[in-house]
Structure formats: C-alpha cells, structure tokens
C-alpha cells in the first residue's frame, strides 16, 4: 500500500492565482480529511468527506476554497484566488470506518504564495 | 467542544534519558486518543492510540502512553529517548461516537542532545 499520496509536495505561486492540491487516499478507506497546518494556528481540520460526501467544511477559511471529491480515489482542494496568508503545509489524510481504523496522513504540500 | 491542551511547547532531553511528554484533553465522553510524530518536512505518524480496554498502551518506537480518566490526561512516554526521535509530537482526541474527526494538540517539539 503506497499510503494517502499528495501532490505537489512543493507548490510557490503568485498571489491572485488558482491553486490546486490533489490527494489520492488509500483505498478502501471511507473517510478522508483535509487539515492545514500553520506556526500561528496548529493543524486545523478544513472539511471532511465520508463516501465522497462533504460532511463538514465548517473549517474552509473562506469562499476562496472548495474542496472536491468525485470519487473515492481522489480529491481535491482548491483555492482561488490564492492570497499570501494562505501559505501554509496542506495534508491530506484518510481512515477506513470503524473504531479501530487510524488516520493516516498524507507527506503534505507545502504551499507558498508570494 | 474536545479540545487538547499540550503545556510544553519545547522539550530538551540527553540521549539515553527517559522521556514523558503531557497532553490533557477536554471531553464530555469517553474519548478516543492519539500521538502522533512528524518529522521535518514530513506528514504525521500514528504512535499508538487508545479507545478502550487497557489504559496503558504500547506503540511504535518503543513508546508507550497511559491513559489516566481522573486526571484527563494521556501522556506519552519512553524509557530511553534514541537522537532519531528529535521531532514534534502531537497528541489528539476524537470522538468515540463518530470517529470522525481529530482535534489536535498544539504539538510539542523535542530535540534531543548527544
């Protein structure tokens, strides 16, 4: 099992311009997670997906992000237009239904917006 | 509202010596426990966690971490810290119900001296 896979792992991009973070899960697993992880603020969760389903996105800073998941190997996060303070390491993570199933992250990707 | 509280922000331990990093949590029920360790640059590992059954819990790496109800707490410890586990330390909580969601401590970062 290659593990929850995150491109790009490094993303520098001019503020005003679309960003777009891609996660593959580990399959089999039902949930998926999206966290940003920030000095200031820790690692926030952003939105969750159960079965492809946003379930909650209360944590999507503001309407300049959105997230997708169009099926159960892939999703993505998407912010336009990119601002500076979005600079931050984006992770991905999933987890299989259940107690007993763990989260498993992602390597991150590490976004920079100038 | 489950939150986690890790009062060291820093931590400095000899090579050898025995280690105990604190978390305390906040959670109307009983609650579902994770450490996790990410190295520079890398995502988050799981270390061991705990949903119910024994209260101390052994782990990757030689850690181990106990399970204290009365005291809310759930810290992480190791009998001899190795110079390879110099990283950042997280603890989390989630919710036994859903499972769902983890809500993270503000880690806890550890360098280790020769």
């Known amino acids: 099992d290659a593990g929850v896979i995150q491109s790009p792992r490094h993303e520098v991009t001019e503020m005003g311009q679309e960003v777009t973070l891609r996660c593959k899960p580990i399959s089999g697993h039902d949930y998926l997670f999206w966290y940003r992880q920030t000095m200031m603020r820790g690692l926030e969760l952003l939105i969750y997906?159960?079965?492809?389903?946003?379930?909650?996105d209360s944590g999507m800073p503001e309407d300049r992000f959105s997230a997708k998941m169009p099926n159960a190997s892939f999703s993505t996060l998407k912010i336009q237009p990119s601002e500076p303070r979005d600079s931050a390491v984006y992770f991905c993570?999933?987890?299989?239904?259940?107690?007993?199933?763990?989260?498993?992250f992602g390597s991150g990707t590490r976004l920079t917006v100038v | 509202a489950q939150s986690v509280t890790q009062p060291d922000i820093h931590i400095t331990v000899s090579e050898g010596a025995s280690l105990e990093l604190r978390c305390n949590y906040s959670?109307?029920?009983?609650?579902?426990l994770f450490w996790y360790v990410q190295s520079p640059g890398q995502g988050l590992q799981l270390l061991l966690k705990?949903?119910?059954?024994?209260?101390l819990v052994q782990g990757i790496k030689g850690f181990e971490a106990e399970f204290k109800r009365s005291q809310s707490s759930f810290n992480l410890r190791k009998p001899s810290v190795h110079w390879s586990d110099a990283a950042e330390y997280f603890c989390a909580v989630g919710d036994v119900g859903s499972a769902r969601q983890l809500t993270f401590g503000s880690g806890t970062q550890l360098t280790v001296l020769p």
């Open positions: 959670y109307g029920a009983t609650p579902y």
């Open positions: 993570a999933s987890k299989m239904r259940g107690l007993s199933g763990g989260y498993t």
């Open positions: 705990y949903f119910s059954g024994d209260t």
């Open positions: 997906f159960n079965n492809n389903v946003p379930i909650d």
